[in-house]
């Protein structure tokens, strides 16, 4: 499954940005989808994540709350709402997916969509 992340971009902190993944390939019905993000100098990291029929959702601690991951299987897309955006929300998102299984970490992913910036201002 090849996969398409955008919608970042540059927003001034307090600020709301959505991000889209838009998969081909294959059905995402199947996967459990997911965001990772990646700062400079830093691991990529958890965001959150999607269960193939989107009832499990669960995100890192630093943005409950905050972002919001949905999913439309009919347009095998996958959302990240971002609000409330803080400057250490600032990295480069990735879209991911994972084959039947839960996403437990960068590790356990199958495919890796190329990354769309987000920049937050201070």
């Known amino acids: 499954v090849q996969l398409q992340a955008f919608g970042g971009g540059f927003v001034q902190a307090g600020g709301s940005l959505r991000l889209s993944c838009a998969a081909s390939?294959?059905?995402?019905?199947?996967?459990?989808m997911g965001w990772f993000r990646q700062a400079p100098g830093k691991e990529r990291e958890f965001v959150a994540s999607i269960s193939s029929g989107g009832s499990s959702t669960p995100y890192a601690d630093s943005v409950k709350g905050r972002f919001t991951i949905s999913r439309d299987n009919a347009e095998n897309t996958v959302h990240l709402q971002m609000n409330s955006l803080k400057p250490e929300d600032a990295a480069v998102y990735y879209c991911?997916?994972?084959?039947?299984?839960?996403?437990?970490?960068?590790?356990?992913?199958?495919?890796w969509g190329k990354g769309t910036e987000v920049t937050v201002s201070s």
């Open positions: 390939g294959r059905a995402i019905k199947n996967y459990n």
């Open positions: 991911a997916a994972r084959l039947l299984r839960a996403i437990l970490g960068a590790r356990s992913v199958d495919y």
